[in-house]
């Protein structure tokens, strides 16, 4: 039996429900709002608008359809440069292919693990020399790490050029007191089944123009003109949230500040238990910046007896997920004929990361477990 309990399985950062969302889906039920509308969705949307800084909202299947109308609405078309934060989940970049767009991959800076200023400036003028501007600019808060905001920033107003937010990971984290995703001309958050908060599947594109959020629920709703018949003068989606996902939403939002002290306390534990193997590294918030550490993630030292791959087969071995730090899109096979500005930074974090598990429903005897078993590995 105990045994059996100390092999039970520990995951990277499962759904965790908070006990209201139950009742939001029954009423969903009751009233028979079971479709890609109803007063839930309005609802939801009417406090992310509350957390963003009361910028317009609208609730979509996922973060990754969010990040599509964002490039539509900024007019990116076939053949345009778009410039991506190498360092991500390849939701990021997807996007910009669907709109028969070019990606170009900007590596990471040594600090946030985000987007290098200086490289992606240099992207920039190299567009301009080649009379290519870009048309936007992809930035990924990683892991809930806000990046470099001021600096790119500024670079993204000197040459005029939009800026899309991925904040997929990173809703709840702000820098300088300000909430991410609402520095640039669109923001977008996810709430994938493994995120902060879940609806399950979802996501949500925010942005202060009203008139823009509304063509993206127009575009969301395939595009249908007002008329009293089905009728369509352009081409649209099926990328509305549904009123029940958007009922189990309701219910993660009443949750999401003892999350966010979760996550950041998970971290905490880790960098404290773990504290006297110096091979171990942590990533941490920069002035300004707070972040919801939605994943801890470590790095292995240049020097390290152990590697990347070794602590997570030992982890595995004892049924305790973890996993690699994303594999940089400038090294995907998908994306290999892309053009890039590298600096190796992304491609070493990818070599010597890992994320712990770092569910908000582990215990703390889990958390105990999973360091006790990196130390068992470090001091065999």
């Given amino acids: ?167 997929a990971e990173a809703l709840g984290s702000t820098y300088k007191n300000k909430p991410l995703g609402t520095f640039g001309t669109f923001g977008v958050y996810s709430f994938n089944g493994n995120k902060i908060i879940t609806t399950s599947g979802g996501g949500a594109l925010i942005c202060k123009d009203k008139d823009l959020v509304e063509k993206a629920k127009f575009l969301a709703t395939q595009a249908r003109d007002d008329k009293p018949h089905y009728e369509h003068s352009e081409i649209g989606y099926n990328y509305r949230m549904s009123n029940i996902c958007a009922a189990i939403g309701l219910g993660q939002l009443e949750v999401l500040e003892e999350r966010i002290l979760q996550k950041r306390l998970i971290k905490l534990f880790y960098k404290k238990e773990l504290s006297s193997i110096n091979e171990i590294s942590f990533l941490d918030e920069t002035e300004g910046s707070y972040s919801n550490f939605w994943l801890t993630t470590i790095l292995l030292s240049e020097n390290s007896t152990i590697d990347r791959e070794q602590l997570r087969l030992h982890l595995e071995k004892e049924n305790i997920e973890s996993r690699p730090l994303w594999k940089p899109m400038h090294l995907q096979p998908v994306f290999k004929e892309c053009k890039s500005y590298v600096n190796g930074v992304s491609e070493d974090l990818f070599n010597r990361g890992l994320c712990l598990p770092s569910g908000t429903n582990m215990s703390i005897t889990d958390l105990k477990r999973v360091v006790s078993k990196i130390m068992e590995l470090y001091e065999a």
Avoid: Q
């Fill in 1 to 167: 039996m105990i045994d059996l309990i100390e092999k039970k399985k520990i995951w990277l950062s499962s759904p965790h429900m908070g006990g209201a969302e139950r009742k939001y889906v029954k009423d969903a039920f009751n009233t028979n709002w079971i479709a890609p509308a109803g007063p839930h969705i309005l609802n939801f949307e009417k406090k992310l608008s509350a957390l963003s800084n009361g910028f317009e909202v609208t609730a979509l299947s996922s973060g990754t359809a969010s990040l599509h109308l964002a490039l539509i609405l900024l007019g990116v078309k076939k053949g345009d440069r778009v410039l991506c934060s190498s360092f991500t989940f390849s939701a990021s970049a997807n996007p910009i292919a669907y709109v028969g767009a070019r990606p170009v991959f900007i590596d990471s800076d040594i600090d946030s693990w985000n987007m290098c200023p200086i490289l992606l400036e240099k992207a920039i003028e190299d567009s301009i020399l080649e009379n290519e501007k870009p048309k936007a600019i992809m930035l990924v808060h990683l892991y809930g790490m806000p990046a470099k905001i001021d600096e790119i920033m500024k670079i993204a107003t000197k040459y005029d050029v939009p800026v899309i937010e991925d904040a």
